[in-house]
C-alpha cells in the first residue's frame, strides 16, 4: 500500500463521542487526502492537504475535521460521531507530479452506533 | 463540475470471458482518467490511466482502456478473465486543478467458473 498505514483498521463507536483516524505515510508525499466509501458511491473527498498546516475540504467536509503538522501525518477527526458517519474511510497520498496519481491505504472501517 | 458514471452496478463472467466495463465522464477539458481495482477488504490499487496521446492505454493485470472523446467514454477491457480478477472496479477523473478525484460508483465484477 505505498507505504501508507491508517489506523486503527476497525473502530466501533458510539453516537456523539469523537473519533480521530490517523493516516501516516514514509513516502515524504506533499499531498494528502481523506476518502470515505459508501456502497453506490464510489469514493468521495471529504479532506485534503497540500503541504504542512496546509488543508481543504473536498465534497463531502460537514462534520469533519483534519489536521496535519507533521509531513508524514493527516488525521481525520468526527467532533462528534453521527450514525450517518458509519463508512469506510481510505488515506490516499500523492507528490502531485505526472497527474497527480493518487495511492491508497488499506482503510479504516467505522462503525458509528 | 466534472462527474463519472458506471453504469453497471454489478457484472457477472465467466472465466476466460472477455471483459468490458464501462465508464462515461462529463467534463469539459481533456481529461485525465484512471481506472482502480479494490479487491475485498483491501485499498484502490490503480490500474492504467489516461493523460493525453495514444487513446489506448495499457495497464496492469492484462487490463487495457480506451478513451473516446466523442463518447465521453473510458471503458475498460480485459480478453480473458481470470478468477482472480473478481473485485470492484472504479473510474474517475481528476479536477482542472488537479487535487480532487471524482469516482463513479464501482461495479462489481463476479466471475463464474
Not at chain 1, 13 to 23: A, D, F, I, K, N
Not at chain 2, 36 to 60: H, M
Request: charged share 20%; glycine share 10%; aromatic share 12%.
Amino acid at each position: 500500500d505505498a507505504g501508507i498505514t491508517q489506523s486503527p483498521r476497525h473502530k466501533v463507536t458510539e453516537t456523539g463521542t469523537p473519533v480521530t483516524l490517523r493516516c501516516h505515510q514514509t513516502e515524504n508525499h506533499r499531498y494528502m487526502y481523506w476518502y470515505r466509501q459508501d456502497p453506490g458511491h464510489g469514493l468521495r473527498l471529504i479532506h485534503y492537504s497540500y503541504g504542512v498546516k496546509d488543508t481543504d475540504k473536498g465534497e463531502v467536509s460537514d462534520g469533519y475535521s483534519v489536521s496535519r503538522s507533521k509531513t508524514e501525518d493527516f488525521l481525520l477527526t468526527l467532533e462528534s460521531a453521527t450514525s450517518s458517519q458509519t463508512s469506510v474511510y481510505f488515506c490516499a497520498i500523492s507528490d502531485g507530479a505526472g497527474g497527480n496519481i493518487q495511492y491508497f491505504g488499506a482503510g479504516t472501517r467505522l462503525s458509528v452506533l | 463540475a466534472q462527474s463519472v458514471t458506471q453504469p453497471d452496478i454489478h457484472i457477472t463472467v465467466s472465466e476466460g470471458a472477455s471483459l468490458e466495463l464501462r465508464c462515461n465522464y462529463s467534463y469539459g477539458a481533456t481529461p485525465y482518467l484512471f481506472w482502480y481495482v479494490q479487491s475485498p477488504g483491501q485499498g484502490l490499487q490503480l490500474l492504467l490511466k489516461y493523460f493525453s496521446g495514444d487513446t489506448l492505454v495499457q495497464g496492469i493485470k492484462g487490463f487495457e482502456a480506451e478513451f473516446k472523446r466523442s463518447q465521453s467514454s473510458f471503458n475498460l477491457r480485459k480478453p480473458s478473465v481470470h478468477w482472480s480478477d473478481a473485485a470492484e472496479y472504479f473510474c474517475a477523473v481528476l479536477n482542472n486543478a488537479g487535487n480532487m478525484l471524482t469516482f463513479g460508483g464501482g461495479t462489481r465484477l463476479m466471475v463464474k467458473p
